[in-house]
């Protein structure tokens, strides 16, 4: 059954202190992993798709890469306006592109 | 940009009524979901569709659940008798050609 685990499940950080998100996976056949920014009350935002291990996406202050087994979202030098939920999820190739999302780690960034 | 919407925002009933959540996907996308996320915890997978059939659904989208496309541009989701249970965000989405998935701002459906 494919599963998604997602670490820390809350980050304090300061304004500029760097800091990685891990999304740990399992799936039977990958068609993308995915990154998504949630703020409350709102539907998730995209930001990343992964699709093979060893690829890496850049988006600002923000960094995606993909291993076998985990991703992970590097935040650098991080601002207030970078609090979020960060979500990560997967889909195979199997069974009709059903996403599992993760818990989500809920990101605070102080000034 | 082109963006998904969703209606009603709110959306208050009572146990036992039939509710039907409206979503306009991006045109040209082929590929669409539904979502529910229960306050305070993760997005769950209810159903994705495909060339006006479901192509997977989950084990929460029992018989009282339904989808369709009525008209090749809205996509609705009926709930035919909502439980307490049912009370929650429901978010619908659209796949792009690079598989992102689009979400629109959720419906919340408060059964009471």
């Known amino acids: 059954e494919d599963q998604v685990t997602q670490s820390p499940e809350a980050l304090r950080l300061q304004e500029g202190e760097s800091s990685s998100l891990n999304c740990s996976y399992t799936v039977s056949g990958l068609r993308g992993l995915f990154w998504y920014r949630q703020d409350p009350g709102k539907g998730p935002e995209f930001l990343f798709t992964?699709?093979?291990a060893g690829e890496e996406k850049e988006k600002e202050r923000l960094k995606a890469t993909l291993t076998k087994k985990e991703s992970f979202l590097h935040i650098t030098a991080p601002k207030p306006e970078d609090s979020a939920t960060y979500l990560c999820?997967?889909?195979?190739?199997?069974?009709?592109?059903?996403?599992?999302f993760g818990a989500g780690t809920r990101l605070f960034v102080k000034a | 940009e082109p963006e998904v919407t969703q209606t009603p925002s709110h959306q208050v009933t009572q146990m036992g009524q039939e509710v039907i959540l409206r979503c306009v996907p991006i045109?040209?996308?082929?590929?669409f979901y539904w979502y529910r996320q229960i306050l305070g915890q993760k997005v769950e997978f209810l159903v994705s569709f495909y060339n006006n059939e479901i192509s997977e659904k989950s084990e929460i989208f029992d018989d009282q659940f339904s989808v369709e496309r009525p008209d090749g541009s809205n996509f609705t989701l009926k709930i035919r008798s909502t439980k307490l249970e049912d009370s929650a965000m429901y978010f619908c989405a659209s796949e792009g050609h690079l598989y992102e998935q689009y979400f629109g701002p959720g419906t919340r459906l408060t059964v009471t």
């Open positions: 999820a997967v889909q195979g190739t199997t069974g009709g592109f059903k996403t599992i």
């Open positions: 045109s040209n996308h082929l590929y």
């Open positions: 992964l699709y093979s």
